[in-house]
């Protein structure tokens, strides 16, 4: 409760101050959809009294955000006329200069010139651009106006315009296919990163409804859930953007899963009531009864592997597992996902990844073997509980297996969320968050005394110093704006409600909006990118001639990628029913069997 109360205070008085950002507040209330927040944007910035919000933006926006090194170059100069931010008159010339060149190159036809220019130019942060993208960010979502003016604005589209232009000016030359392979090695990928959280980590779903109603979500290739967070990830990776909308992000997701109208009678759950929680903790020391929550999670997914999943969105989809210490004697992390774990059921994943000591016992995961039959993974021959004790947001291994440079977190870790470090927003040099990071910081230290020296407690046979001393943040960090009972941890353990549902993915939703630039800017190049290297590669998938030859005798083209999907599960639901036949046909018959 103490820390519920300090964390909210000073918010209170904090945006008291400002009219200005009450104002906004109350009309982000009224956005449904990221359509109706550009309209009610486009709007606001149109009426909005320009010299209120400049004065909080000169007095939020210091330089030492844009400058840490001990540069005199400058990347911004401050406009007292439009009480905005333009780009200095350094930036600005080498901007333009930069995009004439790459336009004098394609209209001279000088595809090597250009290549070599290019080269120079295709890694992230050029000339510190990421960065005044953020800051842009941080503008909208404290008083919902960019600081940089329209002139600024204009000038950095110009610059990706003119190299997206030269990326498919060269892309027609497949002598430069090696420069645009070791651009995308450089530029890297991009993931969305769920954090744990328990059942406050629908918010997760809030922000995905957001990156796919701004057109965003296809561009993000990875995907990493952790505890609460692997949920949201499991929908991700099994069902396509309209299937999300149509029956993820509802308020009924918790409660009538697609409509079918039997969840309650199948006891399906995430959480029982308080009051069956203390009983079972009396009884067996845990608040969740042993695979009550596997259950839940098969009635979501069923049996589908990471693998079938793969084939099915092309999302790469990773949830993190720890090994429990009573079983395997030591720590030990595995990120799952299509390539480690292929045949490892998503249901078992997410019950593993959410088994949080005290909370749910450890949890074996299930692989589906060839002829369809559904076995534990015994390969590693141990149980997994919370990945989070180890990595709530696991930057390194993500980053080896899939290239990952450019990392969106969504946080809603309510133990976590009160000490992060405020990059995303415009008080992060404040007194507030100073003397927060700096107890954070001092926290951390000391737990990696005590850990180093053996003295650091265990929890349930864990050794959880990790949860103190990971990195929580990203590139891009999207914090929604939580209740009370969120921040001091209560509705962490409760069944989502449909009142609650509405909650979590309207205010998911609404700390995304501010931030859809900003990814779209990161996005745009990498895209860009990635689609010439596929083109000039001739990357396709591996032909199955099965799929291709359904395809033929309907007169359908083999390249039509919703059918292709459907026949591949029609293909697994053939393969199934024929494992099923087999095993009925090596049962031994009774004596009253006819011979």
Not at 4 to 30: A, N, S
Not at 259 to 273: A, C, H, L, Q
Not at 481 to 500: C, E, Q, W, Y
Not at 542 to 556: A, D, V, Y
Request: a positive charge; glycine letters at 6%; hydrophobic letters at 35%.
């Amino acid at each position: 409760m103490l820390l519920g109360l300090t964390f909210y205070l000073p918010e209170v008085f904090r945006h008291g101050r400002t009219d200005v950002r009450r104002r906004w507040r109350r009309v982000l209330k009224g956005c449904n959809c990221y359509e109706d927040f550009k309209e009610v944007k486009r709007n606001w910035e149109s009426t909005v009294v320009r010299k209120h919000t400049g004065r909080a933006m000169r007095k939020n926006w210091s330089m030492s955000d844009l400058t840490k090194s001990n540069s005199n170059q400058k990347p911004l100069a401050f406009d007292s006329v439009s009480n905005s931010y333009d780009l200095s008159s350094n930036l600005s010339s080498l901007l333009l200069q930069t995009s004439s060149s790459i336009r004098s190159h394609i209209s001279h036809s000088d595809p090597a010139s250009l290549s070599h220019l290019l080269s120079h130019i295709l890694k992230r942060n050029h000339l510190g651009l990421d960065n005044l993208s953020l800051l842009t960010t941080r503008g909208v979502a404290d008083i919902g106006r960019s600081g940089l003016n329209p002139s600024a604005s204009t000038k950095i589209d110009d610059f990706h315009n003119a190299v997206v232009e030269g990326i498919q000016f060269i892309k027609k030359e497949k002598e430069y296919l090696i420069t645009l392979k070791k651009a995308q090695k450089t530029i890297g990928n991009s993931a969305l990163m769920l954090s744990g959280g328990g059942s406050i980590t629908m918010y997760h779903i809030g922000v995905v409804k957001t990156l796919i109603e701004a057109g965003i979500y296809e561009g993000i290739p990875v995907i990493s859930g952790t505890s609460g967070g692997s949920i949201t990830a499991a929908f991700c990776a099994t069902l396509n953007q309209r299937e999300l909308l149509d029956y993820v992000c509802q308020d009924n997701i918790s409660t009538d899963y697609r409509g079918r109208g039997d969840m309650k009678e199948k006891g399906i759950e995430w959480f029982p009531s308080m009051w069956k929680m203390a009983e079972n903790w009396v009884r067996t020391g845990k608040l969740v009864k042993d695979h009550a929550f596997l259950r839940t999670t098969k009635y979501y997914w069923g049996d589908t592997t990471f693998e079938e999943a793969y084939n099915k969105t092309r999302k790469h989809v990773c949830m993190t597992v720890t090994a429990s210490r009573a079983a395997s004697g030591g720590v030990q992390r595995l990120l799952l996902n299509h390539i480690t774990t292929p045949h490892v059921t998503i249901a078992s994943a997410v019950a593993a990844s959410c088994a949080l000591p005290g909370i749910m016992a450890s949890v074996k995961l299930q692989m589906k073997r060839p002829n369809g039959e559904i076995g534990s993974m015994e390969v590693d021959g141990v149980e997994w509980i919370d990945g989070s004790i180890q990595a709530d947001v696991p930057f390194q291994r993500v980053s080896q297996l899939f290239n990952v440079s450019n990392f969106i977190v969504s946080q809603c870790n309510f133990h976590v969320v009160p000490f992060l470090p405020k990059s995303h927003h415009p008080d992060a040099d404040s007194s507030y968050w100073r003397l927060f990071q700096l107890l954070g910081m001092d926290i951390r230290s000391r737990v990696t005394s005590l850990s180093n020296l053996g003295l650091f407690p265990s929890y349930f046979g864990n050794d959880i110093s990790k949860v103190f001393k990971q990195k929580y943040s990203g590139d891009v960090t999207i914090v929604p704006r939580m209740r009370s009972l969120d921040v001091i941890g209560i509705k962490a353990f409760m069944n989502p409600t449909v009142a609650d549902m509405q909650t979590y993915i309207k205010e998911g939703a609404e700390a995304t909006y501010a931030h859809v630039d900003h990814i779209s800017h990161l996005l745009k190049i990498e895209r860009e990118v990635n689609e010439a290297v596929k083109s000039l590669s001739g990357d396709k998938e591996e032909p199955n001639p099965i799929i291709n030859g359904i395809l033929s005798i309907l007169g359908l083209d083999s390249d039509t990628t919703h059918l292709r999907t459907q026949v591949n599960e029609l293909e697994a639901e053939v393969r199934r029913l024929r494992a099923e036949l087999e095993k009925n046909n090596q049962q031994p018959k009774t004596a009253n069997s006819p011979s």
